[in-house]
Nanobody, 127 residues
């Protein structure tokens, strides 16, 4: 049974930083690309970032490019999202996600591309 467990969310002032973590189990982590999505109140879930199996390929939504950094540690089955220069519009529940098959590749994913989801962690950025 695949489990993705996010942590690291919280309340931060605009301009601040947070680092999210996602611990994965039940899958051969190093063989899956991984990603982050977010869902703001009243809005649809949207892609944030993805990372390939060997951390060579990285993709970011335009809204976070230059401020967020996705990384992974295959030895610890964990993917991270470093969020800097946070803005109030970054307020959302952040979800870790993986595609349904390990043959997938990192990319500018849609929610329908994902097979596994975490339960999310709330990030609130105050102005």
């Amino acid at each position: 049974q695949v489990q993705l467990v996010e942590s690291g969310g919280g309340l931060v002032q605009a301009g601040g930083s947070l680092r999210l973590s996602c611990a994965a189990s039940g899958l051969t982590f190093s063989t899956y690309p991984m990603g982050w999505f977010r869902q703001a109140p009243g809005k649809e879930r949207e892609f944030v970032a993805s990372i390939g199996r060997l951390s060579v390929t990285l993709y970011y939504a335009d809204s976070v490019k230059g401020r967020f950094t996705i990384t992974r540690d295959n030895a610890k089955n964990t993917v991270f999202l470093q969020m800097d220069s946070l803005k109030p519009e970054d307020t959302a529940v952040y979800y870790c996600a993986a595609p349904p098959r390990r043959t997938g590749a990192a990319g500018l994913w849609a929610t329908g591309d994902m097979g596994y989801w975490g339960k999310g962690t709330l990030v609130t950025v105050s102005s």
